[in-house]
């Protein structure tokens, strides 16, 4: 039996494709701004603080977790394409509000915060991307479609601050067309190129995309989504419970895989500059470069895991990259005898600027170097007002290189094997509200982490943050032994295709 012809196979492959770039501008649109989101707060309204971008650094996923189950629920009963473009479009529309929010004479910042969060309302089209392509591939197929769904992702986390770098070369003035009131410089050109990569994804949605389903085996099926009025019901293979528990499961890694990840982007700055009195300009430029190498890192870990899962299964892979993350946060646990640097400085001279809690667990693409009198220089060290500073050894350049390494190995293998288990799991029922369900849960991972980090690194230091993070990946271990036979595909949960 012929499973598939030709031309449904390309046209299948097509609307994948464009599902690949649409999760690639979705992370360039979050990834683009991001280093420039503070000079330009502080340019366009000098009453917001570090407090407050914060709120506007969460806000993006703030509105990606309301919109994902909202946006997967409208992708289970109508045309896919329609929340794609409507999505795309509010995305496009929240960039050009981004680039004008220097035009009224107050609150800006306000306008700002509410452009974040309605890119990140857009973005909430991840989950009808991943749905559509866990709908659109047989089981041999999925664990490549999602890796590749995963890398795209991580490309657009890596070049969008490359595109932000390139846009400074415009610098803070730019042209200025009075006409329209707009401003185009280093802060708004990101944004407005953004705004444009938007439109050439609606473009290629209505001239590229196609609804194609295939079930688990490869066959071609009719879809719910099918347009031009079609409601075809769901073949026998759609037939049967999932199971919500590991459903449910699965839900919890993925938040522990994100909260966990969440914290080390969190904790790189901060860390660095206390345990090796880097300065803020040093810190960020240093770990900037290690994340940058990381996103590599975690490409080429997606393309690896295409091969592997085949040979030893998606649950073992993601068994050893939660043993590699917590092996990771193990090392960075301080084991030696040397004491950090202390910034005296704070008590000789009060002159001196304080570096509040709110500000040393800022991520490292939202520091600035601090602004200090021209006589002075910048206080190096572990500051004071942190008590642990003055009992707790130092963490050891090796072993935050060496943490680096291993948690940049082990969350991109635990990112796209819950995805492909996951995706699994349902079967060939429609998958929009689940995974809306599934992306919400690692935005609030996303919302959390930071959170978590800053009350805990502040007060209580390193040997409790990141003893606190082993804990919470030993759960999560202990939760896939425990469900561990039960995350295995629909079809063969109901006897449909061997193991």
Known sequence: ??????????????????????????????????????????????????????WIIASYSIGQMVASPLFGLWSNYRPRREPLVVSTAISVAANCLYAYVHVPHSHNKYYMLTARALVGFGAGNVAVVRSYIAGATSLTERTSAMANTSACQAVGFILGPV?????????????????????????????????????????????????????????????????????????????GNIDHVAVVAVNILFFVILFVFAVFETIATPLTMDMYSWSREK??????IILSAIGVESVIVFM??????????????????????????????????????????????????????????????SLQPMQLPSNRSEPAGCPITQSWCLNTPMIYLAQYISSDILIGLGYPVCNVMSYTLYSKILGPKPQGVYMGWLTASGSGARILGPVFVSQIYTHLGPRWAFSLMCGVVVVSLLILEIVYKRLIAFSVRHGRMPE
């Open 1 to 54: 039996d012929v499973v598939e012809t030709q031309e449904h196979h390309k046209s299948r492959w097509r609307s994948i494709w464009i599902m690949y770039l649409t999760m690639f501008l979705s992370s360039v649109g979050f990834s683009i701004v991001i280093m420039s989101v503070w000079p330009y707060l502080q340019k366009i309204d000098p009453t917001a603080d570090a407090s407050f971008l914060g």
């Open 163 to 239: 595109f932000q770098t390139c846009f400074t070369l415009i610098g803070e003035e730019g042209i200025t067309w009075k006409s329209i009131h707009l401003q185009l410089n280093m802060y708004t050109a990101p944004v407005l190129f953004g705004a444009l990569l938007g439109i050439i994804n609606i473009i290629l949605i209505f001239a590229v995309f196609r609804e194609h389903r295939v079930d688990d085996t490869g066959r071609q099926c009719n879809s719910i989504n099918s347009e031009g009025g079609e409601s075809s019901v769901l073949d026998e293979d759609a037939e």
């Open 283 to 288: 810190a960020v430029f240093y770990n900037g």
């Open 304 to 365: 690896v895991v295409k091969t592997l899962s085949k040979k030893t299964g998606e649950r073992a892979i993601l068994h050893a990259g939660l043993l590699i993350v917590l092996i990771g946060f193990f090392i960075l646990l301080p084991w030696g005898k040397n004491l950090p640097n202390i910034q005296w400085q704070e008590i000789k001279n009060n002159s001196v600027p304080q570096t509040t809690p709110s500000e040393m667990v800022m991520p490292f693409w």
